[in-house]
């Protein structure tokens, strides 16, 4: 996996002074690396029965479709408040400064339904956190977690302990 890193542009003191940003758009843009990343994700579940694979708003979103496509499952967003048409449950979570909440159509998993949480990067985990929340208060089970980039030394995978983690990249 390695050869994925590579294609990673690492962007120093973005979005602040201090933090080095892993830019995936380059990894996207290149046809043999975002294949070999998709299906670095999907490939850790396949032949598990999984029904939902829910992608976290925004980069979530690129590679959930797709690892439910592989899957042969339905795709699921998960979005920032006021943006679902529909009745939503909803999930809290700290950030650095204040808190912020996620939501997704009630309707969108169904009770005893297997589902995986796809995002493209686990930093603190409080966000996925939110998210396996959000599949519980459904009374749907969370089958797994995965994300394209973990940053370790952030020990998001700590707050996760007791899900499924596969990570395809480890800064």
Do not use: C, W
């Amino acid at each position: 996996m390695e050869d994925l890193k590579r294609l990673i542009r690492e962007v120093p003191d973005f979005p602040k002074p201090g933090i080095l940003f892993y830019d995936i758009t380059t990894l996207l843009k290149d046809p043999v690396g975002l294949h070999r990343a998709v299906d670095a994700l999907a490939n850790h579940y396949v032949g598990r029965k999984i029904d939902r694979v829910i992608g976290i708003e925004a980069r979530g979103f690129i590679f959930a479709p797709m690892v439910a496509y592989r899957l042969n499952a339905g795709f699921v967003p998960v979005r920032k408040p006021k943006k679902l048409p529909a009745e939503v449950a909803r999930a809290s979570y700290h950030l650095e400064y204040g808190t912020d909440s996620l939501e997704m159509h009630r309707d969108a998993i169904g009770e005893g339904h297997s589902v995986l949480i796809i995002d493209d990067l686990l930093a603190t985990g409080g966000t996925a956190s939110a998210v396996a929340r959000l599949v519980e208060q459904v009374n749907a089970r969370v089958a797994g977690l995965g994300f394209l980039i973990e940053l370790e030394f952030l020990k998001g995978r700590e707050k996760l302990a007791q899900y499924d983690i596969h990570t395809v990249l480890r800064y």
